[in-house]
C-alpha cells in the first residue's frame, strides 16, 4: 500500500475507531479484503509477466460462475501420458494471480500432470475487488464441480490458507476435500496474527479490533483462531511439504515451523536468500516441489 494513502488511513481509524470501535471495524474488514492493483510495476515484473503470458496461451481459460462472481481458471493438459493424468491445482497468494505460478507449469505437465491455475476472488482474470476465504472456498468449490477432481495442489503465501481451508471443510456447508500432496510455499499460519498485523499497520483501537475479528464470525460462524492452517490440516490425510524462506519478511519462517509441529510428518524446507515473492521463481525450488509430487 502507497505511504501517503497508508498514513491517511491510520490518522483516520486513529481517531474514529476511538469514537465509533463497531464501525471501524467493519470498515476495516472491508478494507483488509479490498484487492488492489499493485503500485510496483518493475522491469523484472513486466518481464516475467510477459514470459509467463507467451506460456498462459496455451492454457484453455475457464470463467466459472460462482456466488461472488466468475473464478477464472487455466487448464494445461499434458501432451502424452501413458496413463489418465493426474490434476494438480495452482494456487497464488494475496496481490497475486495465475502468472506469477508459471514456472511450475511446464516442468507439472513434463510429468505427465494436468494442470489447473486458478485466479482468487479479486485477483488476475477472475470478478470483483472483494476477497476472503469463504468467497474463495465458494470459487474452489466451483472449480473442481466443472473441471472435475484434483489430487494434489500447490499454493504461495495466502493460498496456502485457502487450500488448508477448503480441504478442511471450515466453512459451513462446504464439504472437506481429499487430496493426495499438498505444497504449501511460504504459507501463512495463523489468520489470527494476520488480522492483528493488519489491525496494527492501519492503527485500530484495541476495542475496534476486537470487532475485526467478530466481522470473521458473523461471516462464518468461525473465530480467526478455527483458521490456523496447521490445525485444520490435521484433519485431512495428506502428504506435505512446507518450503519457506528464513528471510521472508512478509510471511515468518515461524508460521511454517508452527504449521509443521501441529503435522509432524510434514517436510520443512528451508530456501535461504529467497525472500517471499522470489521463491516462486526459483529453479531449486520449482523442482523440489515438482519432485514432491511426481513420486
Known amino acids: 500500500?502507497?505511504?501517503?494513502?497508508?498514513?491517511?488511513?491510520?490518522?483516520?481509524?486513529?481517531?474514529?475507531?476511538?469514537?465509533?470501535?463497531?464501525?471501524?471495524?467493519?470498515?476495516?474488514?472491508?478494507?483488509?479484503?479490498?484487492?488492489?492493483?499493485?503500485?510496483?510495476?518493475?522491469?523484472?515484473?513486466?518481464?516475467?509477466?510477459?514470459?509467463?503470458?507467451?506460456?498462459?496461451?496455451?492454457?484453455?481459460?475457464?470463467?466459472?460462475?460462482?456466488s461472488g462472481g466468475k473464478v477464472a481458471a487455466f487448464e494445461f493438459k499434458p501432451k502424452q501420458t501413458s496413463t489418465p493424468a493426474k490434476t494438480i491445482w495452482l494456487v497464488h497468494g494475496w496481490q497475486s494471480h495465475s502468472l506469477f505460478m508459471s514456472r511450475f507449469v511446464p516442468p507439472l505437465l513434463d510429468q505427465g500432470f494436468r494442470v489447473i491455475s486458478i485466479d482468487l476472488p479479486g485477483h488476475g482474470q477472475s470478478s470483483g475487488r472483494t476477497f476472503h476465504l469463504p468467497l474463495a472456498v465458494s470459487a474452489?468449490?466451483?472449480?473442481?464441480?466443472?473441471?472435475?477432481?484434483?489430487?494434489?495442489?500447490?499454493?504461495?503465501?495466502?493460498?496456502?490458507?485457502?487450500?488448508?481451508?477448503?480441504?478442511?471443510?471450515?466453512?459451513?456447508?462446504?464439504?472437506?476435500?481429499?487430496?493426495?500432496?499438498?505444497?504449501?510455499?511460504?504459507?501463512?499460519?495463523?489468520?489470527?496474527?494476520?488480522?492483528?498485523?493488519?489491525?496494527?499497520?492501519?492503527?485500530?483501537?484495541?476495542?475496534?479490533?476486537?470487532?475485526?475479528?467478530?466481522?470473521?464470525?458473523?461471516?462464518?460462524?468461525?473465530?480467526t483462531d478455527d483458521f490456523s492452517t496447521g490445525a485444520q490440516l490435521q484433519t485431512i490425510e495428506k502428504q506435505l511439504l512446507l518450503i519457506h524462506a528464513p528471510d521472508d519478511k512478509e510471511v515468518p519462517f515461524s508460521q511454517s515451523e508452527s504449521i509443521q509441529r501441529l503435522n509432524p510428518d510434514a517436510t520443512l524446507e528451508p530456501a535461504v536468500g529467497l525472500g517471499h515473492r522470489r521463491i516462486i521463481a526459483a529453479d531449486d525450488v520449482v523442482q523440489r516441489a515438482v519432485e514432491f509430487l511426481k513420486h
Open 1 to 66: 500500500m502507497n505511504k501517503s494513502i497508508l498514513s491517511i488511513i491510520r490518522t483516520f481509524f486513529g481517531v474514529f475507531s476511538r469514537v465509533a470501535p463497531g464501525l471501524s471495524g467493519r470498515l476495516a474488514f472491508r478494507l483488509f479484503c479490498t484487492t488492489f492493483e499493485p503500485s510496483s510495476k518493475s522491469a523484472n515484473r513486466h518481464a516475467i509477466l510477459e514470459k509467463a503470458q507467451q506460456l498462459f496461451i496455451d492454457a484453455t481459460q475457464h470463467d466459472i460462475d460462482y
Open 140 to 223: 474452489l468449490h466451483a472449480v473442481k464441480d466443472k473441471l472435475g477432481d484434483f489430487q494434489m495442489a500447490l499454493s504461495h503465501s495466502l493460498g496456502g490458507a485457502v487450500m488448508a481451508t477448503t480441504l478442511a471443510g471450515t466453512i459451513p456447508d462446504r464439504p472437506s476435500l481429499a487430496v493426495e500432496k499438498l505444497v504449501l510455499i511460504s504459507s501463512p499460519d495463523s489468520m489470527r496474527k494476520i488480522f492483528d498485523d493488519f489491525s496494527t499497520m492501519v492503527g485500530l483501537s484495541k476495542k475496534a479490533n476486537t470487532h475485526l475479528h467478530g466481522v470473521v464470525t458473523q461471516l462464518t460462524g468461525k473465530t
